[in-house]
């Protein structure tokens, strides 16, 4: 099968494995060797995400944002002062 789902999961533990060094070693975030192990590891969670939901039916329980999602968020005005809450007390 082209898209095993284990051979994803297996890529994608190698991939988390890799990036961890790769940050170890540089301790730097924009260090080339970071950088590559990153797009590596992204490239190996959406083929273990799409091997996972072609072989199962199932996804991944974890939601993806890409940096254009980041900038919608900038549009959005939070209120911290929520009147609304309700209080409970103990009977």
């Not at 961890?20 to 995400?49: G, I, K």
């Amino acid at each position: 099968m082209a898209n095993d789902p284990r051979a994803a999961l297996d890529r994608l533990i190698a991939a988390f494995e890799a990036h961890y060094d790769a940050v170890a070693a540089a301790q730097d975030s924009d260090a080339p060797a970071v950088v590559a192990a990153a797009n590596t590891l992204m490239d190996a969670f959406d083929t273990y995400d799409d091997a996972l939901f072609t072989g199962f039916g199932v996804d991944t329980p974890f939601d993806i944002y890409s940096e254009d999602d980041d900038e919608d968020d900038d549009d959005l005005e939070y209120d911290d002062d929520d009147d609304d809450d309700e209080e409970y007390e103990e009977a």
